[in-house]
């Protein structure tokens, strides 16, 4: 059974950094793309980073793209979203998620992705 479940959320500074976890089972990370979303109170949920399979290819949100980096570790079966440089306006709760990849490259749509995980908070506040 797939599964994901995200951790490394928190309450942070501005211009301070988190590091969130993806820790994923059920699957291959060398046959499913994984995306970091997002979802702020009421906001639409939007996707912020993307790995397609086998790593070959990623996507970031201009408002992420310099300070966030997508990188995974397939012995622990996990992507990581490393988020630099946080901003007020990064707080959400940021959920990743996963789908079948056949062609190697990622979007960064919701509908593009099935089975998702249970979401992690990142508060950041002074």
């Known amino acids: 059974q797939l599964q994901l479940v995200e951790s490394g959320g928190g309450l942070v500074q501005p211009g301070g950094s988190l590091r969130l976890s993806c820790a994923v089972s059920?699957?291959?990370?060398?046959?499913?793309?994984i995306g970091w979303f997002r979802q702020a109170p009421g906001k639409e949920r939007e996707g912020i980073s993307c790995l397609s399979s086998r790593g070959s290819s990623s996507n970031y949100a201009d408002s992420v793209k310099g300070r966030f980096t997508i990188s995974r570790d397939n012995a622990k079966n996990t992507v990581y979203l490393q988020m630099n440089s946080l901003k007020p306006e990064d707080t959400a709760v940021y959920y990743c998620a996963a789908d079948r990849d056949l062609i190697g490259l990622c979007v960064l749509s919701v509908t593009a992705y099935r089975s998702w995980g249970q979401g992690t908070q990142v508060t950041v506040s002074a």
């Open positions: 059920g699957l291959s990370l060398d046959y499913y793309r």
